[in-house]
């Protein structure tokens, strides 16, 4: 099978998931920046399925959503569960994080006031601690699911080293998902990603 | 050689080996391999059915999250425990129990799990409802996603939003981004139905998109022929007008 193209903005945000599957699995694909000379987003957008990104092309098909292609990713390099009951397992940390979560996280940034970002932040941070202590109970061995990394654990990852340092918070007093994401950063291919990644903001 | 479907009537007729029609007293190693496959399968199948009956789903007696669950059951015409809260069994007595603190839960085997798309792609995938291919599945939760995820949101907060500007903002988001997606899903529609000729998860939430969040947003799929196909299709299929027309089926 041809690589596979992802195409997003210069930025971590909703793409960078995917990103971890591939460095972590080793597998080659082609990581597709937009900018502003030689790939324009406004002009790209007609080719995609909804007029937004990111976008994956399998063999010259576009397939859009983020977290369809993180989990298609994932099927395709290994990083998907043994069976259904642990996809299942997978798919309830993975909403917890990135449909919880994330939204909640962007309405901090996205506040028209000071005042409405503060709000939003307190909401956030309370909705952060809720969901963490829960997922805290969900660590089964070493990882997610037991003894392998899993999709699961690069989306705590994600979390934990990218999004939550933006609202100044860090994950320690939840030692079973701190030992998770310390041992993803000693893993050679994610420190490999981590320093050859393009620096961006978010 | 003739392939083997798992629509083949799994017996042997007389000495003939079913699928190469030769005298089935000789060995016929790749014939029983396919056979064994086609048989796997569906044992596979009756066995995921069998686990998917015993589950029991819990919710409050409303469609809210847990309508697109139930729905997968009554198509595939699967029973199960379709637990809902009451006067009698109150959700704050049960709450402790969910290892979120929220429903849906669905108990497998005992344990319980959260968040209704997960759960909802879980159920499909073992009623055989999710493509029969690491692509395929791919489109169906791209479909799936633009529904569940970036309209579903808005469409709760248009209800139960805190205040009247959030609901109106809610509104507005929720009538442009159906307006710009519902074009784009119209060209992935690829035979009857989004994959081709098998329903699957991601008819069966557009069904429900159609049926609840359309009339709400004063939108309609006049302009939009097969995604007005597949919602008729599912309107008239005896499973689902069986449990639409039951009268313990939630309303709202």
Redesign the interface.
């Known amino acids: 099978m041809a690589d596979c193209k992802l195409y997003y903005f210069n930025a971590k945000a909703r793409a960078e998931l995917t990103r971890y599957a591939y460095a972590f699995k080793g597998v080659s694909y082609e990581d597709i920046r937009f900018d502003d000379t030689n790939l324009k987003f406004e002009e790209f957008k007609s080719k995609t399925p909804f007029g937004s990104a990111p976008v994956l092309e399998v063999d010259g098909v576009m397939f859009a959503q983020s977290m369809a292609i993180a989990r298609y990713v994932a099927r395709e390099v290994g990083l998907n569960g043994a069976n259904s009951l642990e996809n299942l397992k997978i798919d309830m940390i993975l909403d917890a994080l990135y449909s919880d979560l994330f939204p909640l996280i962007i309405n901090v940034f996205q506040g028209q006031t000071d005042e409405i970002k503060a709000a939003a932040k307190t909401k956030a941070v309370e909705s952060i601690q809720k969901t963490f202590g829960n997922l805290e109970t969900l660590v089964s061995g070493d990882y997610f699911l037991g003894s392998d990394a899993s999709l699961a654990d690069l989306a705590v990852f994600n979390l934990v080293n990218d999004v939550l340092p933006l609202l100044g918070l860090n994950m320690d007093e939840y030692t079973k998902i701190s030992k998770i994401v310390a041992s993803l950063r000693e893993n050679e291919n994610i420190k490999s990603h981590l320093e050859n990644r393009p620096k961006t903001d978010a | 050689m003739k392939s083997v479907s798992l629509n083949d009537p799994l017996k042997y007729d007389n000495n003939e080996c079913l699928v190469c029609k030769g005298n089935k007293n000789l060995l016929h190693l790749y014939c029983l391999s396919l056979i064994d496959t086609a048989l796997t399968r569906e044992k596979l199948l009756e066995q995921?059915i069998k686990t998917m009956a015993d589950c029991k789903l819990y919710y409050f007696n409303t469609k809210g999250r847990a309508e697109l669950i139930r729905l997968l059951y009554a198509f595939k015409d699967v029973k199960f425990e379709d637990v809902r809260f009451s006067e009698t069994f109150k959700f704050e007595d049960f709450k402790h129990k969910t290892?979120?603190?929220s429903v849906p839960v669905l108990e497998?085997n005992g344990v319980f799990?959260?968040?209704s798309?997960?759960?909802a792609?879980?159920v499909a995938?073992?009623l055989g409802l999710m493509g029969s291919s690491?692509?395929q599945?791919?489109?169906v939760?791209?479909i799936?996603?633009?529904i569940s995820?970036d309209i579903f949101?808005h469409l709760m907060n248009i209800v139960w939003g805190s205040t009247d500007e959030i609901k109106n903002a809610a509104r507005t988001k929720a009538t442009e981004t159906t307006k710009?997606?519902l074009p784009?899903l119209e060209k992935?529609v690829a035979g009857d139905y989004f994959l081709g000729s098998e329903v699957t998860l991601a008819d069966i939430i557009f069904f429900t998109f159609n049926n609840e969040a359309l009339p709400v947003l004063e939108l309609n799929l006049d302009e939009h022929p097969k995604l007005f196909k597949i919602s008729k299709s599912l309107k008239e299929n005896e499973n689902i007008k069986k449990y639409l027309t039951n009268p313990s089926t939630p309303q709202k």
């Open positions: 995921s290892r979120f603190g497998v799990y959260a968040q798309m997960a759960i792609r879980y995938r073992e690491s692509l599945t791919l489109k939760d791209m799936v996603d633009a995820v949101p710009k997606i784009a992935m």
